[in-house]
C-alpha cells in the first residue's frame, strides 16, 4: 500500500508551533521581501508567503520594485535592509527582471539574514559540511518531510534529479550529512532509467512534467516530487503521479507536497535568524 507524503498536513503542524512560540514573544520576528518586476506566479507566492507570516505573528514588509529596475537599486534597498536592526530575514523572490545578475543580489544579502540560505557563506559552510545559519528551504522541507514518516537516509541509494542551487545541490549536501549515498542526475545523464531503478529514494526537481513514469521506478521506493509545473491540465509534477504510485512506498503528491514544505521552511527560517539576532544582541 502506497503512503501519501502530506506536505500540507505536516507543514500546518509546523506553522502552528511556531504561532504558540511567536505569541508568547514582545518583539516579533520580521521578514522583509523584495519583489522585483511583475512576474505573475511571484506575486502569488509574495502573497501567500506574507499572509503565512502574519498568520503566525511575524511582521512582514513587501518592497515591490518595477520590471526596469536596476542592479543598483535593488542593491541599495538590501543595503538598507541589512543595516535595519528591525529586519531578521531577508528574501529575494526569484526570478529577477531579465539583465539583473541573481548570484550578485543574494551575495549582497546580510549571511545571518539569509532566509533562504543561498549566500556563499551559507551554502558554502553546507558544501563544507558545517552549520550554516539556516538551511535552504526546499532541500530543508524534503529532509523535513521524509523525517516526519520516519524514512531511513543512512545507506540509502539516493538519486537527485537536477542540480540547482536551489534545490539540487543543496539537498544533495543534506543527503550526504545524513549519510546516505547520493546520485546527482540532469538533463544530460544518459539512460536516467539504470541510477533511477537502482534507487531507494529518487528526488526529481527537474521542472519537466511527468517523464518520470512507473518504467523509471523500482518496487518500494520512496518518491519526492519537487516540480511545479504548469499545464493545460493544472499544476503538475516532475512524476507520472498515476502509474508511480502504484509502485511507489511513499509518494508526495503535487500540489500538496514539497510546496507547502518549502513555506513553513521558511517561516521556521524567519524565526530562526530571529532567535540568533537576539543571541548577538544580549
Excluded: W
Amino acid at each position: 500500500m502506497t503512503i501519501i507524503l502530506d506536505g500540507k498536513n505536516t507543514a500546518n503542524k509546523i506553522i502552528e508551533e511556531l504561532k504558540n512560540k511567536t505569541a508568547e514573544l514582545t518583539k516579533k520576528p520580521k521578514l522583509a521581501v523584495i519583489l522585483a518586476g511583475n512576474n505573475p506566479a511571484s506575486c502569488i507566492y509574495v502573497n501567500n508567503k506574507q499572509k503565512k507570516a502574519h498568520y503566525i505573528g511575524f511582521e512582514s514588509v513587501v518592497i515591490p520594485l518595477p520590471e526596469d529596475v536596476t542592479e543598483e537599486n535593488i542593491l541599495e534597498h538590501i543595503f538598507i535592509l541589512n543595516e535595519d536592526t528591525n529586519i531578521n530575514a531577508i528574501l529575494i523572490q526569484l526570478p529577477l527582471p531579465k539583465g539583473i545578475n541573481t548570484q550578485k543580489i543574494l551575495e549582497a544579502i546580510d549571511p545571518v539574514k539569509d532566509v533562504d540560505g543561498f549566500t556563499s557563506f551559507n551554502f558554502g559552510r553546507l558544501a563544507l559540511g558545517y552549520e550554516p545559519y539556516v538551511y535552504p528551504c526546499t532541500p530543508k522541507g524534503i529532509i523535513r518531510l521524509l523525517d516526519e514518516y520516519n524514512i531511513t537516509l543512512a545507506g540509502q541509494n539516493v538519486l537527485v534529479i537536477g542540480r540547482s542551487n536551489i534545490v539540487g545541490k543543496p539537498v544533495s549536501f543534506m543527503l550526504q550529512q545524513r549519510n546516505a549515498t547520493v546520485t546527482m542526475a540532469n538533463s544530460y545523464t544518459k539512460n536516467l532509467k539504470e541510477p533511477a531503478l537502482n534507487s531507494d529514494i529518487i528526488i526529481s526537481a527537474a521542472g519537466k512534467a511527468g517523464f518520470i513514469t512507473s518504467e523509471f521506478i523500482r518496487e518500494g521506493a520512496v518518491i519526492v516530487d519537487v516540480g511545479i509545473n504548469r499545464t493545460q491540465n493544472g499544476i503538475t509534477g516532475d512524476i507520472d503521479f498515476i502509474s508511480a504510485a502504484p509502485k511507489a512506498s511513499y509518494i508526495t503528491p503535487v500540489p500538496g507536497g514539497i510546496g507547502p514544505m518549502t513555506i513553513a521552511m521558511l517561516m521556521e527560517n524567519t524565526y530562526q535568524l530571529f532567535e540568533i539576532q537576539r543571541k548577538f544582541l544580549i
